[in-house]
């Protein structure tokens, strides 16, 4: 089945939270729509403004008119004000996976990020992604993270 990858609009960020929520499922064994029951509202808000800024862009797979991947990518900030790419929510369903599906995704959001004055594109990946990340040329980095478990709030709602 053919499948056809574009940007996505604001119409498909819910089955991009959906890939979400199955990234999270799949991979860290969350049910994030127990565990945070407001994320998929956060999550909405904050891609639709970043996107309306032209600062981030969801693209999606799709066949036979369904969504069957997604990837995001947003420009941020990077140390001393350095442009930096981040690609998140990576997820292909089951059924169309080792085609090729998310090395497509993967790449229109890299050439997206590139003409954006990226010093470089940094993600998190789960272990299920890393060969998919190192066919690409990714190459793993020395950050470390502390978790502080803080509830989780948007950054709207905690700093206006
Ligand atoms: C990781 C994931 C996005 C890969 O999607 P995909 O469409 O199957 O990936 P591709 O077909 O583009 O794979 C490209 C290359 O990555 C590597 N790769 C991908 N999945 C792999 C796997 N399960 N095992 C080993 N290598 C893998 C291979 O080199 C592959 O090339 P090949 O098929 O020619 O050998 C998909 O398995 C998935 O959604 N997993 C669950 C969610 C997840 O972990 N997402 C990543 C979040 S960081």
Redo the contacts with the bound molecule.
């Keep these: 089945m053919d499948v056809t990858i574009r940007q996505a609009n604001e119409r498909d960020l819910p089955a991009a939270a959906d890939c979400w929520n199955a ?1 999270v499922k ?2 860290w064994k969350e049910d994030w729509d127990q565990k945070y029951p407001n994320w998929r509202s956060m999550f909405l808000a904050v891609v639709e403004k970043k996107m309306a800024l032209g600062l981030q862009r969801y693209y999606v797979a799709e066949a036979a008119g369904e969504v069957v ?1 997604t990837a995001g990518a947003q420009v941020g900030e990077a140390f001393f004000g350095a442009v930096r790419g981040y690609i998140e929510g ?3 369903v089951p059924a ?8 497509r995704l993967m790449r229109e959001c890299i050439e997206w990020l590139r003409p954006m004055g990226c010093d470089s594109v940094r ?4 272990v ?2 890393r ?2 990340y190192e ?1 690409l040329g990714f190459e793993p980095t020395d950050e470390l993270e502390l978790r502080l478990n803080a509830t989780k709030q948007s950054f709207a709602e905690r700093y206006g």
Excluded at 96 to 103: E, H, I, L, Q
Excluded at 123 to 126: I, K, V
């Design positions: 990234i799949e991979s991947g990576v997820y292909v169309f996976r080792r085609k090729g599906v998310a090395s993600l998190q990946s789960t299920e992604g060969p998919l066919s």
